[in-house]
């Protein structure tokens, strides 16, 4: 398995749930960052993708720089996802909207639900995962939510749903569905990871785990960002939707056999 693939998005485009005056929510493929870097510069980015379409919505937002202090596109970012996750995304067309939705997310206003396939069996029915992430002290790249992590701890709460579970090819796995109460970077592969039970095929937080398993025959992070709800800047409470991708849809039939 080859866990940087991203074959599987080589022609995929986000496609659009919602749009209006103020803001365009996408359902964000597997494989593209939502803005540059610094670093990976051949990669498609959503914010790219986003300004030619909404050439007006450059400039919107926060400047951001990389960690070598080159500033980067992210016009029109409010909230991330991960490259490896896919799902639904909002991007604000101009600065009012931007500070509105910024200010939901700040203030913890946004729902957000995802879905994700997780090694092993999870027993409990419900529960929360509520430990501070801070920075791995093994891999610069990783945050921890494990002893030992270093830097300045932040809050990270995120409540959970056992869907199914089962079995694949003698192998245990869970479906689950998460709701993160905060938005930590990684939280939700760090938070799994803290309890061992690490996120399907994630090559940053279970590469010993992703050699030695069959990863549910997927070649992607099974992390899907299902549903986000917010009030958008016209006032109106909305819920916007982007559909578990086939190759997840998959899974889960695997391990409902």
Known sequence: MKP????VAANAEPVVIYQDDDVMVINKPYGWL????????DIK???EWFCKLVPEARGVGEVGYSSKGESLERSGVVHRLDRETSGV???AKNQDAHQHLKQQFKDRLAYKEYRAFVYGRINDRWGTINRPIGRSAKDHRRRSAER???GVLREAITDFERIGMGEYEDESFSYVKLMPKTGRTHQLRAHFRAVDRSIVGDPLYATKRMKESNNLKLNRLALHAN???LVLPNGSKERFMA???????????????
């Open 34 to 41: 939502v803005h540059e870097d610094g670093h990976n510069k």
């Open 89 to 91: 995304l909002i991007l």
């Open 4 to 7: 940087e693939n991203v074959d």
């Open 148 to 150: 030992g992590a270093k």
């Open 227 to 229: 549903v986000l709800e």
């Open 45 to 47: 980015t959503v914010v």
């Open 243 to 257: 559909p578990l991708p086939q190759e997840l849809e998959e899974a889960a039939e695997r391990i409902a056999e």
